[in-house]
């Protein structure tokens, strides 16, 4: 695939780091280090946020996360940890009483994990997909908190940015959620993520999948300083990602905002001075 030629400076906080082959057996899709690096130069992403993809139930995350950290040394990556959690994310009310009485497996994260992982130079925020990991207790979001890194959130139909905003959203950390909140292609609950913007001073949205050109430019024309860019590769090349908002009718200063200004503010080392 050819390169794109575009003259900005491109940072990515949504990529997925296959460290081994149980994360091939799961999803499908092996994206090495090498193949990620070659993909995010040709679309001219010059540095990425990277976590590890979904392991198979009861083997949490612990390891992954290491490997991921330690393929990242001397590439243009920021490894995110990522985490899990014993409670259903639903609304449901048989959800809610499970939840009363929800306890950590041996292989949930936990409060001191959070800590190990905040205070490790090898980590620069943390992954959460709740439809996939569950959600970590109170005590965990407690410590989350207290370290205040960024948290990457998937969310999407089954969990929409309404419960995102019930659970994390009363917190003090900067939240991104990933795709608008309406993972996969849910308009609606983009343009909800969109509204609840103005009411949450620490929420961000990042680009990847949001197919619609409407919803990024309402997005970009209403919170410039809100949207970060995220490719979702290797689901998708990053070429994609660069070109949609390329062809969006917006100002080159909301699109360098949100290729890289954004993006630097929320997660510092995705600066220029950290090239």
């Not at 940015?161 to 659970?167: I, K, L």
């Not at 900067?174 to 609840?196: Q, S």
Request: glycine letters at 8%.
């Amino acid at each position: 695939m050819l390169e794109l030629e575009h003259g900005f400076r491109v940072v990515d906080v949504h990529a997925r780091l296959d460290p081994d082959g149980e994360s091939v057996s799961t999803r499908g899709r092996e994206v090495g280090p090498e193949r990620l690096e070659r993909e995010l130069h040709q679309a001219g992403v010059v540095k990425a946020v990277v976590s590890p993809g979904r392991r198979p139930e009861g083997m949490g995350y612990l390891r992954a996360n290491n490997a991921v950290a330690r393929l990242s040394v001397d590439r243009p990556f920021l490894a995110f940890a990522r985490i899990d959690g014993p409670r259903d994310p639903s609304n449901r009310t048989s959800a809610r009483l499970r939840n009363l009485t929800a306890s950590r497996s041996q292989t949930h994260v936990d409060p001191e994990d959070v800590e190990k992982y905040a205070y490790d130079d090898r980590f620069y925020g943390f992954t959460l997909a709740p439809a996939a990991d569950g959600l970590p207790d109170e005590e965990t979001l407690d410590r989350l908190e207290d370290v205040g890194l960024p948290l990457l959130v998937h969310a999407g139909a089954e969990f929409p940015p309404v419960a995102a905003a019930e659970t994390l959203l009363r917190r003090e950390l900067p939240v991104i959620l990933a795709g608008f909140g309406g993972f996969p292609l849910n308009r609606d609950l983009m343009n909800e993520a969109i509204e609840m913007l103005a009411d949450h001073d620490e929420l961000y949205l990042d680009t990847s999948f949001v197919r619609y050109r409407n919803v990024l430019e309402r997005a970009l024309l209403e919170h410039p300083d809100r949207v970060l860019f995220g490719s979702g590769v290797p689901e998708t090349h990053p070429n994609v990602g660069v070109m949609e908002v390329l062809t969006l009718d917006v100002s080159e200063d909301a699109m360098r905002r949100a290729f890289s200004k954004n993006p630097a503010r929320v997660v510092p080392e995705l600066g220029p001075g950290e090239d």
